[in-house]
Nanobody
Framework: VQLVESGGGLVQAGGSLRLSCAAS????????MGWYRQAPGKQRELVAF????????NYADYVKGRFTITRDNAKDTVNLQMRSLKPEDTAVYYC??????????WGQGTQVTVSS
């Protein structure tokens, strides 16, 4: 099973982008769907996630109020709507899913570049 991301690109500060991530096959018992990002020279960091329990969305402080994560369980997809983008949001964004027995799946990454 592979995760395929789409929706990255170049946008001006204040603009919006929507990232999507779909599993190429069925992932049994998904317990976690999330988005990470990694800027040049920095460690990968968790941006937003939805855990299976309750389906509540969680966000890093620096994206709260600007980003919205949603999931479609039937299609094994997770989306990230990004608004009011800032230059510091520039990074490669990765989606991740965790299935049964802790099996982890990662996307290949999609570049988001926000110009000032």
């Amino acid at each position: 099973v592979q995760l395929v991301e789409s929706g990255g690109g170049l946008v001006q500060a204040g603009g919006s982008l929507r990232l999507s991530c779909a599993a190429s096959g069925n992932i049994f018992s998904i317990t976690f769907m999330g988005w990470y990002r990694q800027a040049p020279g920095k460690q990968r960091e968790l941006v937003a996630f939805i855990a299976d329990s309750g389906g509540i969305a969680n966000y890093a402080d620096y994206v709260k109020g600007r980003f919205t994560i949603t999931r479609d369980n039937a299609k094994d997809t997770v989306n990230l709507q990004m608004r009011s983008l800032k230059p510091e949001d520039t990074a490669v964004y990765y989606c991740s899913m965790v299935g049964a027995h802790g099996a982890e799946f990662w996307g290949q990454g999609t570049q988001v570049t926000v110009s000032s």
